[in-house]
């Protein structure tokens, strides 16, 4: 789903990938725990001069420990969602921590909760076990790694902390929505966390630029960000939930055959006003989609003579009649894609393009208004 960034490892048959902006991120916090060692090695009763590794090493060394942290703060989310029952694609460790990308786009509030939970959890319990247990063993060992240790431990007990706050769409915020949403609707449990997400946003945002701690405003950005995204997500999926594709997908399928020419397309998409079509081979079977989008892609000599199988997307999304309108709209999207060939027992039934899908938004709001 994210762009820019790539697999290193596969846990548990979950790949594990990082985000480009990780990679920006890794060297200044390496440079900030650097720059503050000698606090730091105050904070752990570690006397300075005792430590052998230069503070930017030092540094470096807790940051990356600092992200496999997070990976397995991520990866307990996933096992726990596993655990219940819910398919993970993969974790992306970004600037900001982790996003685990989970196959369902909503699940029952308990679930939620329990899955939303595993992550803080694992992070006291890895905090507390690295400063009660990992630690005393270090003290007669070597200055630099009780430091480590301690500094280790101390932050995934803020890391816990932190994301057990109610600032939606954080874990904590989460936990509240589905203590919310066990009350109430979804979609009100989703407005009612987003805005004290929100509120979080605004808070950390100005507390942020009050003393110049510029990652408090990047997270209060972050949150902000995601808590309307959230929210917006949730709208449609509201507004979506009394359609299915055959509600509002067209029935009447213009389908093209592989071997017209480009000119013949172009013809076709002016007089039908439509901008993407189904193509079939002689047997009437589907075999791909074109768009005006391909009429760009590739130089054209001679549209004439070229035919559209030259050009085409052979990748087609298809969706079927009785799928959720929801559904079908999060594989448009994931595709990036404008419309979806409706099938049915192998045959073509309807398209479904974007503008369709918007209808269900209007629709909904009307009979909103017929009701009131
Ligand atoms: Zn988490």
């Known amino acids: 789903m994210f762009k820019n960034s790539l697999t290193i490892i596969k846990v548990s048959g979950i790949p594990i990938r990082l985000h480009i902006s990780f990679l920006l991120i890794l060297p200044f916090f ?26 930017y090493w030092l540094g470096l060394i807790i940051a990356i420990f600092l992200f496999i942290s997070v990976a397995m703060h991520e990866l307990s989310h996933s096992l726990a969602a596993r655990s219940r029952g819910i398919g993970i694609k993969d974790i992306t460790l970004m600037l900001l921590g982790g996003v685990a ?10 679930d939620e909760a329990i899955m939303a939970i595993a992550g803080p959890l694992f992070s006291l319990i890895l905090g507390l076990s690295l400063l009660f247990i990992l630690r005393p063993l270090t003290f007669d060992i070597n200055p630099d790694l009780s430091l480590i240790v301690y500094y280790l431990g101390y932050i995934n007990i803020f ?21 919310i949403a066990s009350k109430t609707s979804h979609l009100r449990a989703t407005q009612i966390a987003t805005f004290i997400g929100k509120t979080f946003a605004f808070f950390f945002g100005f507390v942020g630029l009050l003393y110049g701690q510029i990652l408090l405003v990047l997270i209060a950005f ?21 359609f299915t594709v055959a509600d509002l997908m067209s029935e009447e399928v213009i389908a093209v055959k592989q071997d017209i020419t480009i000119q013949e397309l172009l013809e076709l998409m002016i007089k039908e006003k439509h901008t993407g079509y189904p193509v079939i081979n002689e047997e009437g079977e589907l075999i791909g989609c074109v768009t005006m989008e ?7 000599k001679d549209k004439e003579r070229q035919s559209i199988k030259e050009i085409m997307t052979c990748e087609v999304i298809t969706a079927k009649p009785d799928e959720p309108l929801f559904d079908a ?14 099938m049915e027992q192998g045959e073509m039934v309807g398209i479904l393009t974007r503008s369709d899908i918007m209808k269900a938004y209007k629709l909904k709001s009307i009979q909103q208004k017929s009701m009131n």
């Open 30 to 55: 390496a440079f900030a725990i650097g720059n503050n060692i000698t606090e730091i090695a105050h904070m752990a009763q570690v006397p300075p001069d005792s430590l052998a590794l230069n503070p």
């Open 101 to 110: 990308q989970l196959e369902e786009d909503s699940m029952p509030p308990r």
């Open 159 to 179: 890391l816990a902390l932190f994301n057990l706050l109610p600032a939606f769409p954080s874990d904590g915020g989460r936990i509240l929505r589905s203590l």
């Open 222 to 242: 972050f949150i902000y960000i995601s808590a309307n995204q959230e929210y917006k997500i949730n709208q449609l999926r509201d507004a979506f939930s009394d």
């Open 294 to 300: 391909d009429t760009d892609k590739i130089e054209i």
């Open 329 to 342: 709209f999060i594989k448009m999207s994931k595709a990036d894609i404008g419309r979806l060939v409706v």
